[in-house]
Protein backbone atom coordinates (compact mmCIF):
# COMPACT_ATOMS: atom_id res chain seq x y z
CA UNK A 1 0.00 0.00 0.00
CA UNK A 2 1.21 3.41 -0.62
CA UNK A 3 1.34 6.09 0.97
CA UNK A 4 1.05 10.05 -0.15
CA UNK A 5 1.62 13.11 1.83
CA UNK A 6 -1.22 15.35 0.81
CA UNK A 7 -2.04 18.90 1.23
CA UNK A 8 -5.50 20.49 1.45
CA UNK A 9 -6.15 23.74 1.14
CA UNK A 10 -10.22 24.30 0.90
CA UNK A 11 -9.67 27.87 0.18
CA UNK A 12 -13.67 29.46 -0.10
CA UNK A 13 -17.03 29.56 -0.67
CA UNK A 14 -17.49 26.30 -2.00
CA UNK A 15 -14.17 25.53 -1.91
CA UNK A 16 -14.72 24.75 1.37
CA UNK A 17 -18.03 22.37 0.95
CA UNK A 18 -16.34 20.24 -2.03
CA UNK A 19 -13.26 19.87 -0.49
CA UNK A 20 -14.71 17.34 2.39
CA UNK A 21 -16.01 15.14 -0.24
CA UNK A 22 -13.47 15.03 -2.52
CA UNK A 23 -11.27 14.50 0.90
CA UNK A 24 -14.05 11.29 1.46
CA UNK A 25 -13.86 10.03 -2.10
CA UNK A 26 -10.16 9.70 -2.07
CA UNK A 27 -10.24 7.67 1.61
CA UNK A 28 -12.72 5.61 0.55
CA UNK A 29 -11.01 4.80 -2.38
CA UNK A 30 -8.14 3.66 -1.20
CA UNK A 31 -10.04 1.77 1.25
CA UNK A 32 -11.68 -0.24 -1.84
CA UNK A 33 -9.23 -0.56 -3.99
CA UNK A 34 -6.36 -1.79 -1.26
CA UNK A 35 -3.51 0.65 -3.16
CA UNK A 36 -2.87 3.80 -1.18
CA UNK A 37 -3.20 5.19 2.08
CA UNK A 38 -3.49 9.47 1.66
CA UNK A 39 -2.38 11.25 5.50
CA UNK A 40 -4.04 14.97 4.85
CA UNK A 41 -2.63 18.08 6.77
CA UNK A 42 -5.16 20.97 5.64
CA UNK A 43 -4.12 24.78 5.45
CA UNK A 44 -6.32 27.48 6.40
CA UNK A 45 -5.29 29.34 3.77
CA UNK A 46 -7.60 32.00 1.89
CA UNK A 47 -9.56 35.22 2.34
CA UNK A 48 -10.32 34.58 5.77
CA UNK A 49 -7.30 33.78 6.54
CA UNK A 50 -6.54 37.69 4.68
CA UNK A 51 -8.55 39.33 6.69
CA UNK A 52 -7.13 38.00 10.03
CA UNK A 53 -3.17 38.07 9.17
CA UNK A 54 -3.18 40.58 5.85
CA UNK A 55 -1.68 37.55 3.94
CA UNK A 56 -3.59 35.05 1.48
CA UNK A 57 -0.83 32.50 2.69
CA UNK A 58 1.56 31.97 5.26
CA UNK A 59 4.90 33.67 4.45
CA UNK A 60 6.80 30.71 4.50
CA UNK A 61 3.76 28.97 2.37
CA UNK A 62 6.01 27.50 -0.31
CA UNK A 63 8.35 26.21 1.60
CA UNK A 64 5.71 24.47 3.08
CA UNK A 65 3.86 22.76 0.52
CA UNK A 66 6.95 21.85 -1.44
CA UNK A 67 7.44 18.81 1.23
CA UNK A 68 4.40 17.30 0.25
CA UNK A 69 3.43 14.99 -2.66
CA UNK A 70 0.49 16.95 -3.92
CA UNK A 71 -1.79 19.51 -3.26
CA UNK A 72 -5.56 19.24 -3.34
CA UNK A 73 -7.25 22.53 -3.27
CA UNK A 74 -10.76 23.90 -2.90
CA UNK A 75 -11.03 27.08 -4.78
CA UNK A 76 -9.94 31.39 -3.98
CA UNK A 77 -11.65 34.32 -3.96
CA UNK A 78 -14.73 36.05 -2.31
CA UNK A 79 -16.23 39.49 -2.04
CA UNK A 80 -14.56 40.32 1.00
CA UNK A 81 -11.47 40.87 -0.87
CA UNK A 82 -10.59 42.13 -4.29
CA UNK A 83 -10.34 39.23 -6.86
CA UNK A 84 -7.09 40.24 -7.63
CA UNK A 85 -5.29 40.13 -4.13
CA UNK A 86 -6.81 36.92 -3.34
CA UNK A 87 -6.17 35.53 -6.73
CA UNK A 88 -2.16 37.11 -6.55
CA UNK A 89 -1.65 35.82 -2.85
CA UNK A 90 -2.28 32.08 -3.20
CA UNK A 91 -3.27 30.12 -6.73
CA UNK A 92 -0.62 32.49 -8.89
CA UNK A 93 2.41 32.00 -6.45
CA UNK A 94 1.67 28.48 -6.28
CA UNK A 95 1.14 27.71 -9.75
CA UNK A 96 4.01 30.38 -10.83
CA UNK A 97 6.54 29.27 -7.95
CA UNK A 98 5.93 25.31 -8.33
CA UNK A 99 6.50 25.27 -12.25
CA UNK A 100 3.13 23.90 -12.67
CA UNK A 101 2.82 25.00 -16.15
CA UNK A 102 0.70 22.96 -17.91
CA UNK A 103 -3.09 23.47 -16.33
CA UNK A 104 -4.65 20.15 -18.11
CA UNK A 105 -8.72 20.48 -18.05
CA UNK A 106 -10.59 17.95 -19.60
CA UNK A 107 -13.98 18.34 -21.36
CA UNK A 108 -16.28 15.19 -20.98
CA UNK A 109 -19.90 15.08 -22.20
CA UNK A 110 -20.74 12.75 -18.91
CA UNK A 111 -23.89 9.94 -19.36
CA UNK A 112 -27.58 11.46 -18.62
CA UNK A 113 -25.83 15.10 -18.99
CA UNK A 114 -27.56 17.16 -20.98
CA UNK A 115 -25.10 19.37 -23.06
CA UNK A 116 -26.79 22.94 -23.96
CA UNK A 117 -25.49 21.88 -27.28
CA UNK A 118 -28.14 19.95 -29.28
CA UNK A 119 -28.54 16.26 -30.19
CA UNK A 120 -25.06 15.41 -28.24
CA UNK A 121 -24.77 11.77 -26.78
CA UNK A 122 -22.30 10.31 -23.57
CA UNK A 123 -18.59 11.03 -24.75
CA UNK A 124 -19.67 13.13 -28.41
CA UNK A 125 -17.34 15.97 -26.24
CA UNK A 126 -14.26 14.64 -25.65
CA UNK A 127 -11.58 16.30 -25.72
CA UNK A 128 -8.80 18.15 -23.17
CA UNK A 129 -7.94 21.84 -22.94
CA UNK A 130 -3.88 22.14 -22.34
CA UNK A 131 -3.33 25.86 -20.77
CA UNK A 132 0.03 27.32 -20.19
CA UNK A 133 -0.16 28.04 -16.50
CA UNK A 134 2.69 29.96 -15.88
CA UNK A 135 3.53 32.72 -18.08
CA UNK A 136 1.51 35.05 -20.91
CA UNK A 137 -0.99 37.07 -20.10
CA UNK A 138 -1.15 36.27 -16.70
CA UNK A 139 2.73 37.14 -16.02
CA UNK A 140 2.06 40.10 -13.94
CA UNK A 141 4.41 42.04 -15.77
CA UNK A 142 3.25 46.10 -16.13
CA UNK A 143 2.41 48.85 -14.29
CA UNK A 144 0.18 51.52 -13.29
CA UNK A 145 1.49 55.56 -13.70
CA UNK A 146 -0.57 58.85 -13.10
CA UNK A 147 -3.46 57.31 -11.27
CA UNK A 148 -6.33 59.85 -11.64
CA UNK A 149 -4.93 62.30 -14.07
CA UNK A 150 -6.43 62.09 -17.36
CA UNK A 151 -2.75 60.59 -18.39
CA UNK A 152 -3.24 57.66 -16.54
CA UNK A 153 -1.33 54.78 -18.13
CA UNK A 154 -1.91 51.07 -17.57
CA UNK A 155 0.27 48.48 -19.29
CA UNK A 156 -0.29 45.13 -18.63
CA UNK A 157 2.48 42.64 -20.30
CA UNK A 158 2.11 39.69 -21.73
CA UNK A 159 5.64 37.16 -21.50
CA UNK A 160 6.43 34.38 -23.91
CA UNK A 161 9.87 32.88 -23.17
CA UNK A 162 11.26 30.09 -25.44
CA UNK A 163 11.15 27.78 -22.20
CA UNK A 164 7.68 28.37 -21.39
CA UNK A 165 5.99 27.69 -24.79
CA UNK A 166 8.30 25.01 -25.88
CA UNK A 167 7.49 22.79 -22.71
CA UNK A 168 3.82 23.07 -22.94
CA UNK A 169 3.51 22.63 -26.33
CA UNK A 170 5.97 19.66 -26.10
CA UNK A 171 3.35 18.38 -23.25
CA UNK A 172 0.33 19.37 -25.00
CA UNK A 173 1.53 16.68 -28.03
CA UNK A 174 2.56 14.51 -25.37
CA UNK A 175 -0.69 14.22 -24.17
CA UNK A 176 -2.12 14.23 -27.91
CA UNK A 177 0.05 11.49 -28.83
CA UNK A 178 -1.46 9.15 -25.52
CA UNK A 179 -5.28 9.72 -27.08
CA UNK A 180 -6.29 10.27 -30.65
CA UNK A 181 -3.40 12.24 -31.50
CA UNK A 182 -5.47 15.29 -32.57
CA UNK A 183 -3.79 18.46 -31.67
CA UNK A 184 -5.50 21.90 -32.48
CA UNK A 185 -3.10 25.09 -31.50
CA UNK A 186 -5.27 28.28 -30.00
CA UNK A 187 -3.65 30.90 -31.46
CA UNK A 188 -3.72 34.82 -32.89
CA UNK A 189 -0.99 35.43 -34.65
CA UNK A 190 -2.56 37.22 -37.04
CA UNK A 191 -3.16 40.14 -34.30
CA UNK A 192 -0.64 39.62 -31.72
CA UNK A 193 2.19 39.59 -34.31
CA UNK A 194 5.29 39.14 -31.90
CA UNK A 195 4.50 36.95 -29.27
CA UNK A 196 2.08 34.51 -31.17
CA UNK A 197 3.44 34.41 -34.17
CA UNK A 198 6.83 32.87 -32.13
CA UNK A 199 4.13 30.43 -30.29
CA UNK A 200 3.41 29.36 -33.68
CA UNK A 201 6.83 28.82 -34.98
CA UNK A 202 7.34 27.07 -31.53
CA UNK A 203 4.57 24.47 -32.32
CA UNK A 204 6.02 23.81 -35.69
CA UNK A 205 9.28 23.43 -34.55
CA UNK A 206 8.10 21.02 -31.61
CA UNK A 207 5.60 19.29 -33.80
CA UNK A 208 9.05 17.66 -35.76
CA UNK A 209 9.51 14.78 -32.72
CA UNK A 210 5.86 14.25 -33.24
CA UNK A 211 5.46 13.24 -36.80
CA UNK A 212 2.05 11.11 -36.05
CA UNK A 213 0.52 14.24 -34.46
CA UNK A 214 -2.36 15.49 -37.10
CA UNK A 215 -2.01 19.37 -35.93
CA UNK A 216 -3.77 22.63 -36.76
CA UNK A 217 -3.66 26.02 -35.95
CA UNK A 218 -6.84 27.92 -35.21
CA UNK A 219 -7.76 31.60 -34.31
CA UNK A 220 -9.07 31.73 -31.00
CA UNK A 221 -11.76 33.47 -32.24
CA UNK A 222 -12.81 30.67 -34.83
CA UNK A 223 -11.88 27.89 -32.69
CA UNK A 224 -14.92 29.46 -30.25
CA UNK A 225 -17.25 29.04 -32.27
CA UNK A 226 -15.59 25.49 -33.06
CA UNK A 227 -16.26 24.46 -29.48
CA UNK A 228 -20.00 25.47 -29.76
CA UNK A 229 -20.11 24.21 -33.82
CA UNK A 230 -18.10 21.07 -33.87
CA UNK A 231 -16.69 20.27 -30.54
CA UNK A 232 -16.99 16.27 -31.76
CA UNK A 233 -14.06 17.71 -33.71
CA UNK A 234 -11.57 18.54 -30.77
CA UNK A 235 -8.97 16.09 -28.84
CA UNK A 236 -6.63 18.11 -27.51
CA UNK A 237 -6.19 21.76 -27.88
CA UNK A 238 -3.13 24.05 -26.31
CA UNK A 239 -3.24 27.69 -25.82
CA UNK A 240 -1.48 30.22 -23.51
CA UNK A 241 -2.82 31.22 -20.35
CA UNK A 242 -5.56 33.35 -20.95
CA UNK A 243 -7.01 31.62 -24.08
CA UNK A 244 -6.69 28.62 -22.07
CA UNK A 245 -8.96 30.39 -19.35
CA UNK A 246 -11.51 31.23 -21.03
CA UNK A 247 -12.04 28.17 -23.39
CA UNK A 248 -12.08 25.70 -20.55
CA UNK A 249 -15.29 27.83 -19.22
CA UNK A 250 -16.50 26.98 -22.80
CA UNK A 251 -15.88 23.68 -22.06
CA UNK A 252 -17.30 22.87 -18.75
CA UNK A 253 -20.56 24.90 -20.01
CA UNK A 254 -20.75 22.12 -23.07
CA UNK A 255 -20.66 19.50 -21.14
CA UNK A 256 -23.34 20.71 -18.99
CA UNK A 257 -21.92 22.60 -15.91
CA UNK A 258 -18.96 23.79 -14.81
CA UNK A 259 -19.78 21.97 -11.19
CA UNK A 260 -18.14 19.24 -13.51
CA UNK A 261 -15.54 20.82 -14.97
CA UNK A 262 -11.74 19.32 -13.51
CA UNK A 263 -8.40 20.77 -13.45
CA UNK A 264 -5.00 19.51 -12.10
CA UNK A 265 -1.83 22.20 -12.50
CA UNK A 266 0.92 20.28 -12.96
CA UNK A 267 4.43 20.51 -12.82
CA UNK A 268 5.31 17.42 -15.13
CA UNK A 269 8.94 17.06 -14.15
CA UNK A 270 7.82 16.75 -10.30
CA UNK A 271 10.52 18.72 -9.48
CA UNK A 272 7.75 20.27 -7.13
CA UNK A 273 4.16 18.94 -5.92
CA UNK A 274 1.08 19.71 -8.59
CA UNK A 275 -1.77 20.90 -7.81
CA UNK A 276 -5.83 19.54 -8.79
CA UNK A 277 -8.76 21.66 -7.88
CA UNK A 278 -11.94 22.66 -10.00
CA UNK A 279 -12.71 25.11 -12.43
CA UNK A 280 -15.50 26.44 -11.25
CA UNK A 281 -13.84 28.61 -8.10
CA UNK A 282 -15.68 29.85 -5.16
CA UNK A 283 -19.57 30.30 -6.03
CA UNK A 284 -20.31 32.80 -2.87
CA UNK A 285 -23.70 33.09 -4.12
CA UNK A 286 -24.39 29.41 -3.51
CA UNK A 287 -21.81 29.27 -0.67
CA UNK A 288 -23.26 27.54 2.55
CA UNK A 289 -26.88 26.19 0.73
CA UNK A 290 -25.22 22.89 0.39
CA UNK A 291 -25.92 22.69 -2.95
CA UNK A 292 -22.59 22.93 -4.28
CA UNK A 293 -21.76 20.19 -6.82
CA UNK A 294 -19.44 17.68 -5.80
CA UNK A 295 -18.31 16.36 -9.11
CA UNK A 296 -15.47 18.67 -10.22
CA UNK A 297 -13.92 18.37 -6.91
CA UNK A 298 -14.44 14.60 -6.68
CA UNK A 299 -13.14 14.19 -9.89
CA UNK A 300 -9.90 16.68 -9.60
CA UNK A 301 -9.34 13.33 -7.09
CA UNK A 302 -9.27 10.92 -9.82
CA UNK A 303 -7.18 13.11 -12.34
CA UNK A 304 -4.23 13.47 -8.90
CA UNK A 305 -4.37 9.81 -8.65
CA UNK A 306 -3.91 9.29 -12.36
CA UNK A 307 -1.00 11.84 -11.81
CA UNK A 308 0.02 9.43 -8.50
CA UNK A 309 0.33 7.01 -10.69
CA UNK A 310 -3.00 5.40 -9.03
CA UNK A 311 -4.44 4.60 -12.32
CA UNK A 312 -7.32 1.52 -11.33
CA UNK A 313 -8.30 4.01 -7.91
CA UNK A 314 -8.54 6.59 -10.54
CA UNK A 315 -10.73 5.19 -13.33
CA UNK A 316 -13.27 3.47 -10.19
CA UNK A 317 -13.53 6.99 -9.33
CA UNK A 318 -14.62 8.20 -13.07
CA UNK A 319 -16.72 4.69 -13.77
CA UNK A 320 -18.63 5.38 -9.84
CA UNK A 321 -19.15 9.25 -11.43
CA UNK A 322 -20.24 8.26 -14.49
CA UNK A 323 -22.78 5.81 -12.97
CA UNK A 324 -23.93 8.44 -10.73
CA UNK A 325 -25.18 10.65 -13.77
CA UNK A 326 -25.91 8.13 -15.72
CA UNK A 327 -28.68 7.29 -13.29
CA UNK A 328 -29.77 10.74 -12.97
CA UNK A 329 -31.54 10.29 -9.07
CA UNK A 330 -28.59 12.23 -7.27
CA UNK A 331 -27.69 15.40 -8.95
CA UNK A 332 -27.41 19.40 -7.50
CA UNK A 333 -29.35 22.06 -8.56
CA UNK A 334 -27.01 23.09 -11.45
CA UNK A 335 -27.95 19.81 -13.40
CA UNK A 336 -31.65 20.12 -12.77
CA UNK A 337 -32.01 17.95 -9.50
CA UNK A 338 -32.50 18.58 -5.91
CA UNK A 339 -29.49 16.53 -4.20
CA UNK A 340 -27.52 17.96 -1.43
CA UNK A 341 -23.36 17.77 -1.71
CA UNK A 342 -22.86 15.18 0.33
CA UNK A 343 -25.99 13.11 -1.11
CA UNK A 344 -23.91 13.51 -4.68
CA UNK A 345 -21.04 11.69 -2.52
CA UNK A 346 -22.75 9.25 -0.88
CA UNK A 347 -23.73 8.25 -4.26
CA UNK A 348 -21.27 8.26 -6.11
CA UNK A 349 -19.36 5.89 -2.72
CA UNK A 350 -21.94 3.33 -3.10
CA UNK A 351 -21.54 2.93 -6.88
CA UNK A 352 -17.37 2.78 -6.26
CA UNK A 353 -18.42 -0.04 -3.96
CA UNK A 354 -20.57 -1.91 -6.37
CA UNK A 355 -17.88 -1.35 -8.92
CA UNK A 356 -15.04 -2.47 -6.82
CA UNK A 357 -16.72 -5.91 -6.28
C1 LIG B 1 -9.54 29.59 -13.51
C2 LIG B 1 -10.05 30.85 -12.90
C3 LIG B 1 -8.90 31.73 -12.49
C4 LIG B 1 -8.06 32.04 -13.69
C5 LIG B 1 -9.41 32.99 -11.79
C6 LIG B 1 -10.03 32.65 -10.46
C7 LIG B 1 -8.38 34.03 -11.68
O1 LIG B 1 -10.91 31.50 -13.78
O2 LIG B 1 -8.87 28.82 -12.81
O3 LIG B 1 -9.83 29.35 -14.68
O4 LIG B 1 -8.38 32.92 -14.49
O5 LIG B 1 -7.05 31.40 -13.86
MG1 LIG C 1 -11.23 30.44 -15.55
Known amino acids: MRDYHVAVIPGDGIGQEVTAEGVRVLDEVGKLTG ?29 ILKEFDIIYFGAVGFPS ?39 KKPGDID ?4 RENTEGEYSGAGGRAHRGLPIEVAVETSVFTRTGVERIIRYAYQLAQSRRKKLVNATKSNAQQHSLTFWDEIFVEVGQEFPEAQTERVLIDALSARFVLRPESLDVVVGS ?17 LGLAASGNINPERAYPSMFEPVHGSAP ?14 WCGAMMLEFLGEKQSADLILRAIKA ?14 SAKTPEVTDAIIAQGRGLAK
Open 324 to 337: VTGEGTALTPDLGG
Open 35 to 63: AYKMRYDYFPWGCEYYLKTGRMMADDGLK
Open 127 to 130: FVVV
Open 285 to 298: DIFGKGIANPIAMI
Open 241 to 257: NLFGDILTDLGGAICGS
Open 81 to 119: VPDHISLRGLRLPICQGFEQYVCQRPSYLLPGIKSPLAD
